[in-house]
């Protein structure tokens, strides 16, 4: 049980590395301030399997709004969602975090990109999920948990968490840099 000086913060997925992506971002976005984090299983309303920034942005927000919903004494609600994007004639991932308040504000930001081989971009199109791909040509078993896509693509350099928490910090600009820069 939380006291009355901690902030609660709902995130839509129970999902290991997005969860610590979100809990080492606000130790830097909320400095010494106590904080929990509260996981809420929801749907995305979305493909399973993003195809666009526009999709990944609209299940990312779709999550956070389900997971405040969820948890009636959090004040924000997060939601990840990661896809993705074909520029040119090259497909890219990211992921998308949206994070709203109880006012309905809601703000955006995303990881880095990294460009998919044509071997992984592929077997998405023939409908598999990006998690499943590589699962399936690593031999391991829900990486999308712990190092994800980006781990595996930066032979271990960066973490999926480590690289969503850019992002988690951009969405939450909108409610702590000054409002001059949003008004």
């Known amino acids: ?6 902030l609660i913060v709902a995130i839509g997925t129970e999902n290991k590395a997005k969860v610590s992506a979100l809990k080492l971002s606000l130790q830097r976005v909320f400095p010494g301030r106590n904080f ?3 996981t809420a299983s929801v749907a995305s309303g979305v493909s399973n399997q993003p195809m666009s920034d526009e999709e990944s942005i609209l299940g990312a927000t779709n999550r956070a709004k389900a997971a ?12 990840m969602e990661g896809g993705l994007h074909k520029i ?3 497909w890219y991932e990211c992921g998308w975090i949206a994070v709203v308040d109880r006012a309905g504000k809601v703000g955006l ?12 971009v592929d ?9 499943d791909v590589i699962d399936e040509l690593t031999g391991l078993q829900d990486v999308r948990s712990s190092q994800g896509a980006m781990g595996i693509v930066t032979n271990g350099v960066l973490q999926r968490d480590e690289c969503y928490t850019h992002g988690v910090i951009f969405a939450f600009a909108p409610f702590v840099s000054d409002k001059k820069y949003w008004e």
Do not use: P
């Open 36 to 38: 929990e984090v509260r």
């Open 109 to 120: 930001g995303s990881s880095a990109r990294f460009e998919c081989s044509k071997k992984i």
């Open 123 to 131: 077997e998405i199109l023939k409908g598999k999920e990006l998690a």
């Open 1 to 6: 049980m939380a006291d009355q000086t901690t």
């Open 68 to 79: 405040l919903a969820q948890h009636a004494d959090a004040t924000f609600g997060v939601g």
């Open 88 to 90: 040119s004639d090259r």
